[in-house]
């Protein structure tokens, strides 16, 4: 009866998305205040019936119930209780119920804690919300029923992908998952303020936290994301312009422009249009993301369903959602007024300029991984990689981290560029010195021109507080710095990756060295080994690095549901680096290849992803805070 009843759970979740849509255009076209009200509350229910929904799946998963489709397809009664658990949403129909789950919740606690709106825009807010969930559990219900049931029952499940069974993989979706609905609820802000005549500073304080936290799981997501790629699929590289990978990279960039632009409207009360646009865009950007993963059009790691029929379901959500917004944003454009003005030299320049490369760079990821589809749809087979994105996004990617670097350090609404140019000296003078030292060992000319900017960008990062009190600094000026010392911090891990790496191929027998950078590195055996639901062949290293000596176990490992060998890679993370060793297959003659690869300080990458995520965190807290003064100051005066 699980099944059943998380059946019905969704349709009960479906119905009043519905009925949410309904009392919300009565209650704004009609006026009806007492009709209004109770949108309120149907929303919080419909989230804890999708959160209902979506336990219910887990449970199946956990008690490994052979009678329902998705869980013979997708798991095995032998599979290590986390691998079902995560299994839950490993899959097509797993995942949109969890995208759905992630979205009512949202919904529901717009409804428990925006208060600060006037409550028809909150309202027309929930109505917008309810539409893009009605979309998804029709979806759900008519095209990915996640608990259709099998009759008879099978004797077992056919097994999880073994690329997916991995602790990364297992907590990566969610991360994303939330950053995509974080921008759907900015969204249905944008349109909630749009049908009311509503957009300005409040509504850009109320739909603020919620682009943070978007972007802050979104980085988190791509961060994880981008790890797991590195350690588990055995190739040693962080990036590879999957279009995939670009899917959430996408929504990220959208995101960064809309953070930006949306402080300026609440802070400023600039930019009106351009951040409805850009909240438009945002959601876009995450839905054409679905349709990519789920399309079939794709091949990918990381590609859950090959069905172009459910394909054309997502797209014709995306055309309605999108297509609506834009419609109704021609409608209400000449009822948007333009806002406070400002000079070219400001901090509001200084972030539209970042918006604009932000844009940029968005284009170019988005035409070069849709052109390869819309070739194909005209029979031309071709791919767009990395030479293409590094050669076009790379150096408008540094243009970016330059204007980074000086906006902070421009004044609100009017400048002066002397005095502008006396506060980046400092800024400037760290990527000069860097520049020079890094001539002597000359990396390459991107590489060189990233180290060096990533020099300056940290200085500039902290410059915000020098002079000030930092007792008295609020918390989302900490966050701004931490933010942007991690754009820093991974930039220099990047282009050190790209300009440092070294990699050896090799064929050894047990005793023999090899060398990669400052390490040797000795193959002592090979043994077999026996895992919860997998054996493998695992090598035992011996790597040494002056008088230093660290074993490293890297396996070729073998899965028998379903029938699949991997390579587990072995990292050994040191200060300076990581040295990454792969176990390849036998040669006949005795001896076993090795990939080795030493990364001089690639870790940076990824710690700077943290330290960026741990930035919006803080932004977020401190805009919270702020907001909740001002409303205490406002409620007692």
């Known amino acids: 009866m699980i099944a059943e ?5 969704l349709w009960f979740a479906g119905a009043l998305a519905a009925l949410q849509l309904v009392m919300a255009a009565i209650g704004i076209a009609r006026g009806r205040d007492d009709v209004a009200a109770a949108v309120r509350p149907v929303a919080i229910v419909q989230g804890l019936l999708a959160l209902l929904a979506m336990a219910l799946l887990i449970e199946l998963f956990l008690d490994s119930d052979m009678s329902v489709k998705l869980v013979v397809e997708n798991s095995h009664s032998a599979k290590p209780w986390l691998y079902k658990f995560a299994g839950a949403w490993g899959n097509h129909e797993g995942s949109m119920l969890l995208w759905v789950t992630i979205l009512g919740l949202a919904g529901g606690a717009v409804a428990i804690f925006e208060r600060s709106l006037p409550e028809r825009t909150l309202t027309a807010t929930l109505g917008a919300q309810a539409t893009i969930a009605l979309g998804f559990y029709a979806f759900l219900l008519f095209s990915s029923n996640p608990f259709a049931r099998l009759n008879p029952a099978a004797p077992d499940g056919l097994g999880l992908n073994p690329l997916l069974q991995d602790p990364g993989l297992a907590f990566h979706p969610p991360t994303l998952y939330t950053g995509y609905v974080g921008l759907s609820v900015a969204f249905s802000f944008a349109v909630g303020a749009l049908v009311t005549r509503d957009v300005g500073p409040a509504f850009a304080k109320a739909m603020r936290p919620w682009v943070l936290i978007a972007w802050i799981f979104l980085t988190l997501g791509i961060t994880a994301g981008s790890y797991w790629a590195y350690y588990e699929l055995g190739w040693g590289g962080w990036w590879f312009w999957d279009p995939v990978e670009n899917a959430s990279l996408m929504p990220w960039l959208a995101a960064t422009a809309l953070l930006h632009s949306v402080t300026v409207l609440a802070t400023r009360d600039g930019l009106r249009a351009w951040t409805i646009m850009l909240a438009v865009v945002a959601f876009s950007m995450s839905m054409i993301g679905t349709f990519l993963v789920r399309s079939g059009i794709l091949t990918s790691v990381h590609a859950f369903a090959v069905d172009p029929e459910r394909g054309a379901f997502i797209l014709a959500l995306l055309a309605i959602y999108i297509g609506g917004a834009l419609a109704l944003f021609a409608a209400r454009i000449g009822t948007v007024r333009a806002g406070t003005t400002f000079d070219p030299v400001s901090r509001e320049g200084g972030l539209v300029a970042n918006n604009l490369l932000l844009s940029v760079i968005l284009g ?152 990669v950078g400052p390490y040797t590195v000795t193959l002592d055996g090979i043994s077999p080994v026996i895992g919860e639901n997998w054996s493998a062949l695992e090598a035992r290293l011996t790597a040494t690095r002056g008088s230093s000596a660290s074993i490293l176990r890297p396996q070729l490992r073998f899965f028998a549901n379903p029938p699949t060998s991997t390579n587990e890679s072995a990292i050994l993370t040191v200060l300076d680096g990581q040295l990454y060793t792969v176990l390849g297959q036998p040669d006949g003659q005795g001896r076993w290849q090795l990939r080795l690869w030493w990364k001089p300080f690639v870790t940076l990458i990824w710690f700077g992803g943290v330290l960026i995520a741990l930035g919006g965190a803080l932004s977020l807290l401190g805009r919270v805070r702020r907001e909740r003064r001002t409303a205490m100051r406002t409620h007692w005066a």
């Open 5 to 9: 009843a998380g059946l019905a759970a």
């Open 364 to 515: 170019i990821v988005l035409i070069g991984t849709l052109y390869p589809i819309v070739a194909a749809s005209f029979g031309v087979q071709l791919s767009v990689g990395p030479p293409f994105f590094n050669k076009a996004a790379g150096p408008i990617a540094l243009l970016l981290v330059a204007v980074m670097a000086v906006g902070p350090l421009l004044r609100w609404r009017r400048d002066d560029a002397k005095a502008v140019l006396g506060r980046v000296m400092l800024p400037i003078g760290a990527t000069v010195v860097a520049a020079i030292a890094l001539l002597f060992v000359w990396p390459g000319v991107l590489p060189w021109a990233g180290l060096s900017l990533a020099a300056g960008l940290a200085v500039a990062s902290v410059a915000p507080l020098w002079k000030r009190n930092l007792r008295r600094t609020p918390l989302f000026t900490y966050g701004m710095v931490i933010a942007h010392l991690g754009i820093a911090v991974s930039l220099a891990g990047m282009a050190s990756d790209s300009a440092f790496t070294k990699e050896t191929l090799v064929a050894v027998r047990a005793g023999e060295p090899a060398r």
